[in-house]
């Protein structure tokens, strides 16, 4: 048999496999490697007379070259005609035209249509596949890559501007004034620090994925100090927290709970933690637990920060009520810029560890936060949140800033100052620093520099909520609710510990810078204690001047005129003191008398 009987054409589909199957099984199921026959040659076909005729004549009365443009646009023709015809939707395969454009916001891909809007809002994530219009062929056309991240990099002030060459005054040289003072600092005015505002989160070092442990039922298997409202974190686990990585999940606080504030300890009502994630600028935060201090209202607010800044005042029970007492809370919960933040559950006794939380995890209890200004609640505010940001943070190109101490810059000489105030347990304060000292803690020395101190005055912190700065007051809150609540002693540790893996600073400024802008007021025990001031003493006005008629004024004169003298006003007698002689010394002059003048 030939190829040609069997009828076989190379350009149909099926009948080659149907001419393998029938030689497998003359061969007995064996294949056989067999070579395609030769494709029978085509016979020229033959055109119709009247066509060829009609060919000759265009040929005979036009030139090669304008039968080439006639063709020519009877092509044009029918591909201009095909378009039409395919632009206007009636062929059977005419795809759908996509009249969309793509954008770039916040580093989501945004379609937008202005003929027809997509239902979801035109939003598509990033992970998300595009799939053609069509469909029937099922390919899938890949996303476009997102925009690489733009970070804030810090700026300089233009050249010649005040602030460039502003240097600190000397200090008072009057010698009885030793003690912390505030000294001036050079802020920029409050439009300017508005429109430096970054756009753009700056860089996070190394860490760039932050989450928090989540755990309901909590293990106390290898417990080392620590509460149920930190978790409990091992000592292996406090390790690895230390191993600075791109991906990171640390113990944070909140671990009973899915979201801080709900059945976590240190909980809030739900309008309060619904209102506070609204929160997406910055936050200004302070707390007053167990009726410890009297609110300290800002001044010298900006409108602006009014109306943007974030002002939360937590306090727990006891605190709410006195406020209520002294009709110092609102039907708003506000008094006067503090919104007040009620919170139940306390998961510590002592009022002081207690306010580490909002102190230290402000980032965890406003999430859409981008920057948190801490003060303590016996501080009192007096100058505009913005230019703090931009003097301590945007300026210095830092996402975290604090004073350092006014006079002690060594964790051993704090701690042992601690001890001699009464701050803590004695023994517990000893065992925190000799644990340190196991770790490698020693003494601040020169060789510390640029770091120019190991103890923080940590009153006041202003930081940007990125995920190396989130990271470092996680683990500063872990060593105080492992160890003593005496943040000062620890804060060292952490901050070396993470620089030792990372190229990551903090802005350590003056204590004198501090007071510049926060003024210090006493605890409420302390005013308590002190001696009520001395009321003033408010005195009658004197009576008014008696008038003398003229004619008395007028006898007095002729009286002066005749020479009368009015007789002068005797004085009293002097009673002389009678000089009193002793029985003893009138008995000495008797016996020393001449016995013979008797």
């Given at each position: 048999m ?5 009828g ?15 030689l ?22 033959k ?24 063709f020519?646009c ?11 015809y ?44 595009l ?12 996303p ?18 005040q ?17 912390p ?10 439009e300017?620090?508005i ?19 989540y ?19 091992t000592l ?6 230390y ?7 640390v113990h ?24 506070m ?11 007053i637990?167990?009726?410890f ?22 306090v727990?029970?006891e ?6 007492n002294?009709s110092a ?7 006067g810029l503090w ?7 306390l ?11 909002p ?7 406003f999430?859409?936060a ?5 003060i ?7 100058v505009d949140?913005y ?10 190109n830092?996402?975290?800033?604090i ?23 004695n023994?517990?304060i ?33 930081r940007?909520?990125v ?9 500063w ?8 609540s ?10 070396d ?8 600073t ?5 204590d ?10 006493y ?5 308590d204690?002190?001696a ?12 008014p ?27 009293a007698?002097?009673r002389?003191?009678?000089?009193r ?18």
């Amino acid at each position: 048999m030939t190829g040609g009987s069997l009828g076989i054409r190379s350009g149909s589909y099926g009948s080659l496999q149907q001419q393998q199957q029938l030689l497998l099984l003359q061969n007995g199921g064996l294949p056989i490697q067999t070579t395609p026959p030769p494709p029978l040659p085509r016979k020229p076909s033959k055109m119709p007379k009247e066509k060829e005729r009609l060919f000759h004549w265009i040929m005979k009365f036009a030139g090669r070259k304008k039968v080439g443009m006639l063709f020519l646009c009877l092509i044009s023709a029918a591909v201009f005609g095909w378009v039409m015809y395919v632009g206007n939707g009636k062929g059977e395969d005419a795809p759908d035209v996509d009249n969309s454009f793509v954008r770039f916001t916040n580093n989501n891909m945004t379609i937008s249509n202005p003929v027809s809007s997509p239902t979801n809002g035109g939003q598509i994530s990033n992970n998300a596949s595009l799939v053609d219009r069509d469909g029937r062929d099922g390919n899938k056309i890949m996303p476009l890559p997102p925009p690489p991240p733009t970070f804030f990099l810090g700026y300089t002030l233009p050249q010649g501007h005040q602030c460039n060459s502003f240097t600190l005054p000397p200090p008072p040289a009057d010698k009885k004034r030793t003690g912390p003072r505030p000294c001036p600092v050079c802020y920029l005015p409050v439009e300017e620090a508005i429109d430096l505002m970054p756009k753009d989160p700056s860089p996070s070092p190394v860490v760039k994925d932050l989450t928090y442990v989540y755990e309901e039922n909590l293990s106390r298997d290898g417990e080392f100090g620590g509460s149920e409202f930190g978790g409990y974190p091992t000592l292996r686990q406090r390790n690895d927290s230390y191993d600075i990585r791109e991906s990171m999940t640390v113990h944070c606080g909140f671990v009973k709970g899915s979201k801080p504030g709900r059945q976590t300890g240190f909980d809030m009502d739900e309008s309060d933690l619904l209102e506070m994630e609204q929160c997406r600028g910055v936050v200004v935060a302070s707390a007053i637990f167990g009726n410890f201090d009297e609110i300290q209202q800002p001044t010298n607010i900006s409108e602006y920060a009014r109306k943007n800044v974030c002002f939360y005042m937590f306090v727990d029970e006891e605190t709410e009520g006195f406020l209520k007492n002294a009709s110092a809370i609102d039907e708003n919960k506000r008094s006067g810029l503090w919104r007040i933040v009620v919170v139940h559950n306390l998961p510590y006794p002592d009022p002081r560890r207690t306010g580490k939380i909002p102190k230290l995890l402000v980032h965890r209890m406003f999430p859409n936060a981008r920057y948190s200004l801490w003060i303590d609640g016996k501080l009192e505010l007096v100058v505009d949140p913005y230019q703090l940001l931009e003097r301590f943070l945007w300026r210095k190109n830092a996402t975290f800033a604090i004073s350092r101490h006014y006079r002690r810059f060594d964790v051993f000489t704090e701690a042992e100052a601690n001890k001699a105030a009464g701050k803590y347990n004695n023994a517990s304060i000893d065992f925190q620093v000799e644990f340190y000292k196991k770790e490698g803690l020693t003494p601040y020395s020169d060789a510390k520099l640029p770091i120019t101190s190991d103890v923080p005055e940590g009153c006041v912190i202003i930081r940007e909520h990125v995920p190396i700065s989130n990271l470092f007051t996680c683990l500063w809150f872990n060593e105080v609710d492992r160890f003593t609540s005496r943040d000062q002693i620890s804060f060292s540790t952490v901050r070396d510990k993470i620089a030792s893996k990372t190229n990551w600073t903090i802005n350590m400024f003056l204590d004198c810078e501090r007071r510049n802008f926060v003024v210090q007021k006493y605890h409420r025990d302390v005013l308590d204690h002190m001696a009520p001031p001395v009321p003033v003493q408010i005195y009658p006005p004197p009576p008014p001047p008696v008038l003398v008629p003229e004619s008395v004024i007028k006898q007095a004169a002729e009286v002066r005129s005749q020479g009368v003298v009015a007789t002068p006003v005797k004085k009293a007698p002097v009673r002389r003191k009678e000089r009193r002689i002793s029985r003893r010394h009138r008995k000495v002059v008797a016996g020393n008398r001449d016995p013979g003048s008797r």
